[in-house]
């Protein structure tokens, strides 16, 4: 039997979207759910909204909900980790995707006003699945890599730096990344774009170890599921000095693990 | 809880300061015996080496510190640059296992270097500077030979410093270099000298050969 999982998060508004009086774009949402097996899932998804999208902070909420409603119904009819598979995803996506048309109708804008990205980790004891359109990126580790992190997809860029795909486009299932991993994940981040520079090192394109461990270090001794202390400490972390002299944009950042800090003595 | 928040490293540390580095840990004895005057002397004396080094734009730039502390063995703070650098009071308590703290800052340094080669950042040769008042109490003979192997292919310098009743027959034992003993309890002293030590490498070129200040003159802090 694993250890329930504990987790915080956070999105902020960043000092280039702050000047100008906008909201964060940015979302971000971590649920639990408990399967059939008696398996307790985390489901955690994050979504940067286009900042040339006039109303993309609604469409990045709609996805996070869309997508978990969608996640959790799935595991309530009795479905497991493993049985999720691409043309599911790509469903689960095409009703976002309805959801968004409805929602823009409704508020007389266009689809595209709406436009996101999407990070998702939905994870089990044996097997994990993760889910990717646009950038930011997904770490993970498992009880064998140790304090060793490891992305699941880089970043996605469009032809230029500062383009992506967004969730939103009929086109972007194009460039759904979708992995199911078997095997234990028992420690993952999920990330936007604000902060993929401080986070990734892209000269030898890996996971910046010691920028995650320390997280994990305090993370671990939480004694709740959902750390509200915690989330508020990332949040005093992203809208810090340090790192919004680095990126100006919104930033988000979700933080899972099923560890404690007694294992960890053990491990090392 | 939230200091740690302060000293997360980003990965553009290296991008953004491209000079070439000189890593130093500090090995430091928080063994039962230091309580009192001498843990309290060496929390003093870490705040004046930073200060010291605060003041040296070229040190700052170039000197990364580590602190490991054994009673038992703990690291303090990973490799960071100075202004980040947040000393906090160190407490004395349990035994005093040289052996095993040696072993993990050759293996920090270790893991430094790798970092640097691969961000393709030069560096100087490593200083492991280590004060103890007491014996190590678990095995030291793989720490001296480390020692021995570090020293003879150049991949690191160390250095020990013996407080008050320090077994100075294991120093020397242990240590190819040869250990001095601190006078009276002159931390201070013996920090600034640290940090003009590390501050003359840090001004020169990976590969000169630095003279040191002696520290065992008559008005120096140590005696050999």
């Given at each position: 039997m694993y250890l329930p999982w504990k987790y915080a998060l956070a999105s902020t508004v960043g000092t280039s979207h702050q000047k100008t009086g906008q909201v964060c774009q940015d979302a971000s949402s971590c649920q639990t759910v408990v399967s059939e097996a008696n398996d307790q899932i985390l489901i955690a998804v994050a979504s940067d909204g286009a900042g040339?999208?006039?109303f993309s902070e609604h469409g990045s909420k709609l996805i996070c909900t869309s997508l978990t409603r969608q996640v959790k119904e799935h595991i309530q009819n009795?479905?497991?980790?493993?049985?999720?598979?691409l043309d599911l995803v790509k469903d689960w996506i095409m009703m976002f995707q309805k959801e968004a048309n409805t929602f823009a109708e409704e508020h007389f804008i266009?689809?595209?006003?709406l436009a996101c990205t999407l990070l998702a980790a939905i994870l089990g004891g044996d097997y994990a699945a993760f889910i990717q359109i646009g950038d930011g990126a997904i770490v993970t580790t498992s009880p064998e890599e140790g304090d060793n992190y490891s992305w699941v997809f880089w970043p996605q860029n469009g032809e230029y730096e500062n383009t992506t795909f967004f969730?939103?486009?009929?086109?972007?299932l194009n460039h759904l990344n979708f992995d199911v991993y078997n095997?234990?994940?028992?420690e993952v981040a999920l990330f936007s774009d604000g902060l993929q520079r401080i986070a990734l090192h892209y000269e030898t394109k890996t996971a910046h170890n010691p920028f995650f461990r320390p997280f994990f270090l305090e993370l671990r001794?939480?004694?709740?599921?959902?750390s509200k202390r915690f989330s508020d400490l990332l949040v005093t972390f992203l809208n810090s000095t340090r790192v919004s002299e680095r990126s100006d944009d919104d930033k988000t950042l979700i933080l899972v693990t099923r560890r404690n800090d007694k294992l960890l003595k053990g491990a090392v | 809880m939230s200091d740690f928040l302060e000293q997360?490293?980003?990965?553009v540390e290296f991008a953004e300061n491209p000079e070439p580095r000189c890593p130093c840990i500090l090995l430091l004895d928080t063994s039962g015996?230091?309580?009192?005057k001498p843990i309290e002397e060496l929390n003093n004396g870490i705040k004046v080496f930073k200060e010291e080094l605060m003041s040296d734009s070229m040190a700052l730039k170039r000197i990364e510190l580590a602190i490991i502390s054994f009673?038992?063995?703990?690291?303090?703070?990973?490799?960071?640059m100075v202004d980040v650098f947040q000393p906090h009071e160190l407490t004395a308590k349990g035994a005093t296992p040289m052996g095993a703290a040696i072993l993990q800052a050759v293996e920090m340094l270790n893991t430094r270097k790798e970092l640097y080669k691969t961000n393709g950042i030069s560096y100087y040769r490593p200083w492991i500077f280590m004060i103890t008042d007491g014996a190590p109490t678990d095995l030291w003979k793989p720490a001296a030979a480390i020692i021995r192997d570090g020293e003879q292919n150049k991949s690191f310098t160390f250095f020990s410093v013996g407080v008050d009743n320090a077994d100075m027959q294991i120093l020397s034992q242990l240590s190819v270099r040869q250990p001095i003993k601190l006078k009276e309890l002159r931390f201070r002293d013996l920090f600034v000298w640290l940090s003009n030590s590390l501050g003359s490498i840090s001004h020169s070129q990976p590969e000169d050969q630095v003279a040191l200040i002696n520290p065992t003159t008559p008005s120096g802090w140590g005696v050999v």
């Amino acid at each position: 039997m694993y250890l329930p999982w504990k987790y915080a998060l956070a999105s902020t508004v960043g000092t280039s979207h702050q000047k100008t009086g906008q909201v964060c774009q940015d979302a971000s949402s971590c649920q639990t759910v408990v399967s059939e097996a008696n398996d307790q899932i985390l489901i955690a998804v994050a979504s940067d909204g286009a900042g040339s999208a006039n109303f993309s902070e609604h469409g990045s909420k709609l996805i996070c909900t869309s997508l978990t409603r969608q996640v959790k119904e799935h595991i309530q009819n009795g479905g497991e980790v493993r049985d999720i598979y691409l043309d599911l995803v790509k469903d689960w996506i095409m009703m976002f995707q309805k959801e968004a048309n409805t929602f823009a109708e409704e508020h007389f804008i266009r689809p595209k006003e709406l436009a996101c990205t999407l990070l998702a980790a939905i994870l089990g004891g044996d097997y994990a699945a993760f889910i990717q359109i646009g950038d930011g990126a997904i770490v993970t580790t498992s009880p064998e890599e140790g304090d060793n992190y490891s992305w699941v997809f880089w970043p996605q860029n469009g032809e230029y730096e500062n383009t992506t795909f967004f969730a939103t486009d009929s086109y972007s299932l194009n460039h759904l990344n979708f992995d199911v991993y078997n095997g234990h994940c028992d420690e993952v981040a999920l990330f936007s774009d604000g902060l993929q520079r401080i986070a990734l090192h892209y000269e030898t394109k890996t996971a910046h170890n010691p920028f995650f461990r320390p997280f994990f270090l305090e993370l671990r001794k939480e004694k709740r599921n959902y750390s509200k202390r915690f989330s508020d400490l990332l949040v005093t972390f992203l809208n810090s000095t340090r790192v919004s002299e680095r990126s100006d944009d919104d930033k988000t950042l979700i933080l899972v693990t099923r560890r404690n800090d007694k294992l960890l003595k053990g491990a090392v | 809880m939230s200091d740690f928040l302060e000293q997360i490293p980003f990965s553009v540390e290296f991008a953004e300061n491209p000079e070439p580095r000189c890593p130093c840990i500090l090995l430091l004895d928080t063994s039962g015996s230091m309580r009192g005057k001498p843990i309290e002397e060496l929390n003093n004396g870490i705040k004046v080496f930073k200060e010291e080094l605060m003041s040296d734009s070229m040190a700052l730039k170039r000197i990364e510190l580590a602190i490991i502390s054994f009673g038992p063995v703990n690291i303090e703070a990973d490799f960071q640059m100075v202004d980040v650098f947040q000393p906090h009071e160190l407490t004395a308590k349990g035994a005093t296992p040289m052996g095993a703290a040696i072993l993990q800052a050759v293996e920090m340094l270790n893991t430094r270097k790798e970092l640097y080669k691969t961000n393709g950042i030069s560096y100087y040769r490593p200083w492991i500077f280590m004060i103890t008042d007491g014996a190590p109490t678990d095995l030291w003979k793989p720490a001296a030979a480390i020692i021995r192997d570090g020293e003879q292919n150049k991949s690191f310098t160390f250095f020990s410093v013996g407080v008050d009743n320090a077994d100075m027959q294991i120093l020397s034992q242990l240590s190819v270099r040869q250990p001095i003993k601190l006078k009276e309890l002159r931390f201070r002293d013996l920090f600034v000298w640290l940090s003009n030590s590390l501050g003359s490498i840090s001004h020169s070129q990976p590969e000169d050969q630095v003279a040191l200040i002696n520290p065992t003159t008559p008005s120096g802090w140590g005696v050999v």
